[in-house]
């Protein structure tokens, strides 16, 4: 007997909408009855941290993930995101002897866009009484109704937190054999899931920004050695302009606001230098001699009552020495609050990391980001390393300062087809474009209470269907339908998609405790 599901045509990640079609192929060796073939699509967000211990007061609030030794003290939360079941055999409702040889067993599954736990009608169904019957057994959804759940966009896959978090995504077949003492053949293959993006708002002119003024300290007197061989001894000399004011410059980062991210994609950084004070001559001018972007994502783990945030981080840019150093101005002597923005050669060709996950929240697993930003600036221009006491001028100063830019959210590049963002719209939005404000139903008068109600005189526009605004329309205080809602049927996944692998191994086995029953 072999068991193997062949998906056809595969991609390197599946996203919502998509169709996921394939077969379950049976290989037997003797006749063999068998009474169900099911199919299964599952999403699981599971968690697990370890309980801290009671008498040290400190670590309470530090929860670290299980560690070899601690299995005792874990505490596990698994989170069903998906859950499909579909029959393949029997179709038609007879059982029949399988002869040897070799069978196949098509099915055909649709990707969602929201995650099913929050749902306690479809958690409901599964309890046992609202199976798909036939005699097999469904997941028992009383445990998704006692825990804490949040409506959200599938999450992606998530494997790079060992024993303490994972999502995964796979295909589930269980072949059922009747007859008390014949085990049933199970096979399971996992596949990598990546969401479609949320609506993008408008494009505007504001941006995000952090900033961070400094002010160099004023030079004290060089000396300067003469020749040994000259025969006079080393005097001090002072410098050339002993009057002249430090540099004070104001350094910001600045991104486009909303601060949205995309995979795959480069940053849409701008780092601009302004003058705070007046300065005269050019010795006073500053040069970027380094840069250092970070990405830094944070993860929240939760497990009922504990949490545990993990830090990662991903370099965009490490250049500790620019050659040549970039100078901030070109006019030193320039007029206060003067701007000058730096080139973004630096940077204008990383892109981001195809490992990086976008911003995802899940019942038990939440991921955000942040930008840091190092600068290294010199007041004058730095000395060649080889002979550094060859120039008579002053030791340049060196300063790093640090930004970061928090909030920040990564977008997985993957638009969602126009006809759903077409939907959303025109449920969210009245005929002229103007957001609906919730209205309160108006309360009958007593002379209207004892009048019976007259069925309303409807005139149908035939330019607008009813469920846009017309008089047989829903109430405009109706919450605005979700993606599953305002989907079609017919609606196909999108087209385009970036370069993704993320840190996923999706048909490696896991590494998470069991959970207790």
């Given at each position: 007997?072999?068991?193997?599901?062949a998906?056809?045509?595969?991609?390197?990640?599946?996203t919502?909408?998509?169709?996921?079609?394939g077969?379950?192929?049976l290989?037997?060796h003797r006749?063999?009855?068998?009474?169900?073939?099911?199919?299964?699509?599952?999403?699981?967000?599971?968690?697990?941290?370890?309980?801290p211990?009671?008498?040290d007061?400190?670590?309470?609030?530090?929860?670290?993930?299980p560690?070899?030794?601690?299995v005792?003290?874990?505490?596990?939360?698994n989170?069903?995101?998906?859950?499909?079941?579909?029959?393949?055999?029997?179709?038609?409702?007879?059982?029949?002897?399988l002869q040897?040889?070799?069978?196949?067993?098509?099915?055909?599954?649709?990707l969602?866009?929201?995650?099913?736990?929050?749902?306690?009608?479809?958690m409901?169904?599964?309890?046992?009484?609202?199976?798909?019957g036939?005699g097999?057994?469904?997941?028992?959804?009383?445990?998704?109704?006692?825990?804490?759940?949040?409506?959200?966009?599938?999450?992606?896959?998530?494997?790079?937190?060992p024993?303490?978090a994972?999502?995964?995504y796979?295909i589930k077949?269980?072949?059922?054999?009747?007859?008390?003492?014949?085990?049933?053949w199970?096979?399971?293959?996992g596949?990598?899931?990546?969401?479609?993006?949320?609506?993008?708002?408008?494009?505007?002119s504001?941006?995000?920004?952090?900033r961070?003024?400094?002010?160099?300290?004023?030079?004290?007197?060089?000396?300067?050695?003469?020749?040994?061989?000259?025969?006079k001894?080393?005097?001090?000399?002072?410098?050339?302009?002993?009057?002249?004011?430090?540099?004070?410059?104001?350094?910001?980062?600045?991104?486009?606001?909303?601060?949205?991210?995309?995979?795959?994609?480069?940053?849409?950084?701008?780092?601009?230098?302004?003058?705070?004070?007046?300065t005269?001559?050019?010795?006073?001018?500053?040069?970027?001699?380094?840069?250092?972007?970070?990405?830094?994502?944070?993860?929240?783990?939760?497990?009922?009552?504990?949490?545990?945030?993990?830090?990662?981080?991903?370099?965009?840019?490490?250049?500790?020495?620019?050659?040549?150093?970039?100078a901030?101005f070109?006019?030193?002597?320039?007029?206060?609050?003067?701007?000058?923005e730096?080139?973004?050669?630096?940077?204008?060709?990383?892109?981001?990391?195809?490992?990086?996950?976008?911003?995802?929240?899940?019942?038990?697993?939440?991921?955000?980001?942040?930008?840091?930003?190092?600068?290294?600036?010199?007041?004058?221009q730095?000395?060649?390393?080889?002979?550094?006491?060859a120039?008579?001028?002053?030791?340049?100063?060196?300063?790093?300062l640090?930004?970061?830019?928090?909030?920040?959210?990564?977008?997985s590049?993957?638009?969602?087809?126009?006809?759903?963002?077409?939907?959303?719209?025109?449920?969210?939005?009245?005929?002229?474009?103007?957001?609906?404000?919730?209205?309160l139903?108006?309360?009958?008068?007593?002379?209207q209470?004892?009048?019976?109600?007259?069925?309303?005189?409807?005139i149908?526009?035939?330019?607008?269907?009813?469920?846009?605004?017309?008089?047989?329309?829903?109430?405009?205080?109706?919450?605005?339908?979700?993606?599953?809602?305002?989907?079609?049927?017919?609606l196909?996944?999108?087209?385009?998609?970036?370069?993704?692998?993320?840190?996923?191994?999706?048909?490696?086995?896991?590494?998470?405790?069991?959970?207790k029953?």
């Amino acid at each position: 007997m072999s068991i193997r599901i062949a998906l056809d045509n595969p991609p390197e990640f599946y996203t919502n909408l998509d169709y996921i079609s394939g077969r379950v192929i049976l290989g037997l060796h003797r006749p063999e009855t068998i009474s169900n073939v099911i199919v299964k699509l599952e999403g699981e967000s599971r968690t697990a941290l370890a309980l801290p211990a009671t008498t040290d007061h400190e670590e309470y609030h530090r929860v670290r993930g299980p560690g070899p030794g601690s299995v005792g003290n874990i505490v596990t939360e698994n989170h069903k995101i998906l859950y499909r079941v579909f029959q393949v055999y029997p179709d038609d409702g007879a059982t029949l002897p399988l002869q040897p040889g070799q069978h196949e067993f098509k099915f055909n599954f649709k990707l969602p866009l929201n995650n099913i736990c929050h749902d306690e009608k479809a958690m409901g169904a599964l309890l046992g009484l609202g199976g798909l019957g036939g005699g097999f057994r469904t997941m028992d959804g009383t445990k998704q109704l006692m825990l804490q759940h949040v409506k959200a966009t599938l999450p992606p896959s998530l494997t790079e937190f060992p024993q303490e978090a994972e999502i995964r995504y796979y295909i589930k077949v269980t072949i059922q054999r009747p007859g008390f003492f014949r085990e049933n053949w199970r096979y399971q293959v996992g596949f990598k899931f990546l969401p479609v993006e949320p609506p993008r708002p408008p494009k505007t002119s504001q941006e995000a920004f952090a900033r961070r003024p400094f002010t160099f300290k004023p030079r004290a007197p060089y000396y300067q050695r003469r020749s040994f061989f000259g025969g006079k001894s080393s005097s001090a000399s002072p410098p050339e302009d002993s009057s002249q004011t430090p540099p004070s410059i104001e350094m910001s980062a600045r991104i486009p606001f909303p601060s949205i991210l995309t995979c795959n994609e480069p940053l849409p950084l701008r780092l601009i230098a302004r003058k705070l004070v007046p300065t005269t001559t050019r010795d006073q001018q500053v040069y970027l001699t380094g840069l250092e972007i970070v990405l830094v994502g944070y993860t929240r783990v939760r497990v009922h009552h504990l949490e545990n945030i993990e830090r990662t981080s991903w370099v965009i840019l490490a250049a500790p020495q620019i050659s040549p150093p970039i100078a901030l101005f070109d006019n030193p002597a320039g007029p206060v609050d003067a701007e000058f923005e730096v080139p973004s050669t630096l940077w204008k060709d990383r892109r981001l990391p195809n490992t990086i996950a976008p911003s995802f929240r899940t019942c038990n697993v939440a991921r955000r980001y942040e930008i840091e930003i190092k600068l290294t600036l010199s007041w004058g221009q730095p000395l060649p390393p080889s002979n550094p006491f060859a120039s008579h001028k002053p030791v340049p100063q060196f300063i790093t300062l640090p930004l970061k830019l928090s909030r920040v959210d990564v977008f997985s590049g993957i638009s969602p087809p126009r006809e759903l963002l077409n939907a959303l719209v025109l449920n969210t939005l009245g005929l002229n474009g103007v957001s609906r404000p919730p209205q309160l139903p108006q309360r009958p008068t007593p002379q209207q209470q004892q009048q019976p109600q007259q069925p309303p005189n409807v005139i149908f526009d035939p330019l607008y269907p009813p469920q846009l605004g017309s008089a047989t329309a829903a109430a405009f205080g109706d919450a605005p339908p979700s993606y599953d809602e305002a989907m079609a049927d017919s609606l196909a996944g999108p087209a385009a998609r970036p370069a993704y692998s993320g840190v996923t191994a999706e048909n490696a086995p896991s590494t998470m405790p069991p959970e207790k029953s």
